[in-house]
């Protein structure tokens, strides 16, 4: 098994098992998971797998896992090892849209805004699988731009401009994505409803048939209108419209699924294909896809308007604004306005303020590498310095957002939004910056925008102010910069840390009871990669005895998982304690575990925490051995565990506390 394939593994045991995954997708840089009960996820132990950056519970039932430009590669390994991974799980299931319709109407984990979350996550996921197609023709285009800008070729988007054969086929390699990006939107949209994909594709493409544009007449202006069996058609050029295959999709969804459900299934391969483009063809064609042309216009002219009236108004609202729609993962939303734009006007004006914020994302983040660098932070300098490469030269923030920014969401976003502000002020100021086609706001587009400049500086200082903001405040509290106090690895401040640490190791000794009666094991021994690795922390394990579980530490109960089969204590200096019970055992669902204890109690050392049916765990063929981990790697140094048989409330290891942890 490689490496990856490992990671897989672990990730999906501790997202709750195979079975508790509906569907899994990935972006550039997230697996994302739709889950059945994301109460079976344990979020400290995905987290604290070293290729992971992070965790995002979306909602209720959508989770995601950022692991960076891996990404792609893990998904492959994980849907190798895990076949039906890769048969689209709830996006290809018979019964998804019976899920999907209770969700509309309020039931369910997501409350009364369940369609509003639905229908941004529709809107991403039929995006998100051609992002890099995208992120590939966008280099072209800049490739493009940038050469002529130096004069080496002639304008290629200049109105009139002739190009070769040669420079023309170079066009050809981007304008392939953006004309046919119906197509490609139609199928991912399609997907996601839970209908065949290709039903979908081939619907779109009936509109994409130079045929299609040809009933209007040769030459004729479009868009036009025609009879066509006594009703009026209106014409259009389909290229690089959106919102009609998403219209398309949202109707094509319910009907894939009623004919399902009437149509028997010897006979649903062949007639639920037909009859869905019975149907669907002429309704796209007469009503949805125009539809979508005048609502995505009417949408288009309210920016359009804002634009006009205040390219600074309108540069500084994207600059303060889009860093939320990020965060909430509502920015797709943006994207088909985005081609609407260049669609119809022929350049888009949201991606340059917008690339303030990407530069300011990227600023704090160099800023956040700086004092990591500084204060030889090994680990944040690895994370830091990976998501900046990813910024600067790929343009995706998420490894920066994720990774860096929001687990110090305090003092990073100020910063974003410092930098973000700032730069798309300038931009608004200076007029605002435009471009003729979708890119990814990097270092390597900066060509592709048509004020130069203007772009340049904006993003320049974007990226300065947030960087400085950042690195001179500091990220983890109040005087952690780089101007801020000493670094903790000088000389002196190291000296100071020695004689702590062996105050601490003389009168600070702490004790970890044993939470059962049983053997004691070294954690290595846990038939678990996870504990046995110390992933999660050092500690030790036990073999029960009986099903009688107490606390090993006195202190609050913070985490309780809804089985029963874990549990988390906080002491009162800070070190985070878990407890969990048996291997896989969140797959029992609770039978077995009753527990004692609820969330915020306060429990002595040696309380008990959970009486547990030991022979349900064995009956399902899981192990019993329990481990007992220390969370908190940084708090707690020098553990020694007392092996052999022992008495539940009994010392089972002991532990030096380096320092109280700030909670």
Known sequence: MSVKESVGSRIIEQVGGIENISS???????????LRDSSLVNDAAVDALPEVMGVVRQ???????IVGGAVNHLYVEMTREFPQLGKGGADTDPDAMRELKAELQGRGPRGKFAWLNWFFEFLADSFRPVLGAMLGASIFITAMALLATIRVIPAWNAPGVTLDSSLSFVNLAWQAVFVFLPLMVAYNATKKV???PWVGFSIMAVLMLPAFTQLAGA?????????????????????SQVFPPLLMALLLGPLYAFLRKVIPSNLQVIFVPFLSMLVMIPVTAFVLAPLGVYAGSGIGNLFVTVNHFSPLIFSVLVGALYPFLVITGTAWSVVPIMFLNISTLGYDFIQGPMGAWNFGCFGVTAGVLLISVRRKNGQMEQVAGGALTAGLLGGISEPSLYGVHLRFAKRTIPAILAGSITGAFIMGLGGGVTTNAFLFTSLLTIPAFNNIPLYAIGITVAFLVSMLTIATLGYEGPNTGIFGRKSKNNRDEAREATHTRARHAAD??????APASGTVIPLSEVPDPVFAGGTLGNGFAIDPGDGRFVAPVSGTVVTVFPTGHAYGIRTDDGVDVLIHIGMDTVKLKGKGFTAHVSKGDHVSAGEL?????????????YSTVTPVVITTKQAVEGLSIISGATEAGTTAARYNLTSPVTV
């Open 24 to 34: 899994l997708t990935h972006c550039a840089t997230r697996l994302r998971f739709e």
């Open 59 to 65: 909602d209720a039932r959508r989770y995601q896992v």
């Open 194 to 196: 839970g209908a065949d």
């Open 219 to 239: 030459g004729a202006k479009l868009p036009a209108v025609v009879d066509v069996f006594g009703l009026p058609l209106t014409i259009f050029n389909y290229s």
């Open 508 to 513: 600070a000794q702490q004790e970890l009871l």
């Open 609 to 621: 925490l959970c009486n547990v049916d030991l022979s349900v765990i064995k009956a399902a063929g």
